[in-house]
């Protein structure tokens, strides 16, 4: 049985990871200067699928290389309160802080800290009850990260804490606000703590906006598409020790098509692995599951994007689709559409915010990827036959 290496949809093994070398880089910058004690943040922004996760991934990898204990929280809807997120985080040091005892040599007294006793849990000394019950409050986060770290200072280099998909807690009022307080009082005591946190463009982009201390305190990155040098890094990694080849044809075909978008290249190398009737890859095979390979990226992909479009902004993403140039302007749309530019500038904006369309400079805007371009014309055709 052929074994893929490719794997559209979910977060890419350390093992294959590609590209992002600066972000890489600043990352150790800012681990080593944690681990002496001179807190510094990381925050990762981008589009949905161009990799967000997998960064993130990779990071802790290499965190936990280093011996480091590396909690994640994985944002979502049920995150409603800033007590909520203090328990999670609490729960998760815990969870990491017995799976660290088990895999390195550490002395009695540290493994002592991770056991749990009864239904509460002794947290460094610090107990913290976790029943249905009781809650911990969010104005004590700070003094128990505290004391967890004076407990564990002479066997852990640092606690690497990271958020995915941080856009939930804007839903929290002041939720940010307050993790830049609890962060920033920790690095005051000499408390090696760093904070990685992931979201969409949007979410940093008014962070920035409203609050530029935050901006500066969290250090936000942006991830674009690959560069040509880490498509092919991304395509030739997963098939290294795999049984399939693919021919140079092929590999520029992918490069060509995807436009660098992560994502996408899986999707390709997913169905080109998984639909060939033999082992080498060649441009005949890659003809043959094009068409499969489009299906797939408008059932999972580009169907979404159009359909999270109210039928105002679904008009704006079909003008675009029908100009022959990749980057409008928006005064250009508005005389398509028999409106001024005030009148239509919010569903650009909203646009924007749902991934669906790329801010180029000011007043300029392109549809995120080419081939969502082809999708909206097919789109356009089927409804109004």
């Given amino acids: 049985m052929k074994l893929n290496p490719f794997m559209p949809g979910r977060t890419i093994d350390p093992r294959f990871f590609a590209g992002r070398e600066s972000e890489i880089k600043k990352f150790k910058m800012f681990y080593r200067n944690v681990k002496q004690g001179n807190s510094l943040h990381f925050a990762v922004q981008g589009d949905r699928g161009i990799g967000k996760t997998s960064l993130i991934r990779y990071l802790e990898s290499l965190a936990k290389t280093d011996k480091a204990i590396v909690v994640r929280l994985d944002m979502d809807a049920s995150f409603d309160s800033l007590n909520a997120f203090a328990k999670a985080l609490l729960s998760k040091i815990r969870k990491e802080g017995q799976r660290y005892s088990q895999l390195f040599k550490v002395s009695e007294t540290f493994r002592k800290l991770f056991q749990e006793r009864s239904v509460s849990l002794d947290l460094f000394g610090a107990s913290i009850e976790l029943s249905k019950k009781e809650q911990i409050q969010s104005f004590e986060l700070q003094d128990k990260l505290s004391e967890i770290w004076l407990k564990m200072a002479k066997n852990v280099p640092a606690v690497v804490i990271m958020i995915d998909e941080a856009e939930y807690l804007e839903k929290i009022e002041g939720a940010f606000q307050y993790i830049r307080n609890v962060f920033a009082r920790l690095a005051e005591e000499n408390c090696c703590y760093m904070l990685v946190i992931s979201g969409k463009l949007t979410l940093f982009r008014k962070i ?104 105002a902004e679904k008009n704006i993403l079909k003008l675009m689709a029908n100009d022959d140039k990749n ?17 239509i500038s919010y569903l650009f904006e909203r646009l924007v915010e749902k991934d669906s369309l790329i801010k180029t400079s000011r007043g300029k805007y392109s549809l995120f990827h080419g081939l969502f371009k082809q999708y909206l014309k097919q789109v356009e055709y089927k409804e109004y036959l």
């Avoid at 395509?235 to 590999?251: A, C, D, H, R, Y």
């Avoid at 692995?273 to 990226?297: G, H, M, Q, R, T």
């Avoid at 409008?328 to 009148?343: C, F, L, M, P, Y």
């Fill in 208 to 311: 920035k906006e409203i609050h530029s201390p935050l901006a500066r305190f969290f250090n936000p990155v942006e991830l674009g598409s690959f560069n040509e040098k880490e498509s092919r890094e991304a395509i030739l990694k997963p098939l290294q020790g795999s049984e399939f080849e693919m021919s140079n044809t092929v590999i520029n075909k992918i490069i060509e098509e995807s436009e660098g978008h992560p994502y996408i290249i899986q999707v390709y190398g997913f169905y080109l692995c998984e639909n060939s009737p033999k082992k080498n890859i060649d441009i005949s095979v890659f003809n043959a599951n094009y068409p499969i390979i489009l299906d797939s990226l408008s059932q999972q992909l580009f169907s979404d994007y159009y359909h999270l479009a109210s039928n």
């Fill in 327 to 343: 980057t409008i302007q928006i005064v250009d749309v508005a005389k398509k559409a028999g409106k001024t530019t005030s009148e």
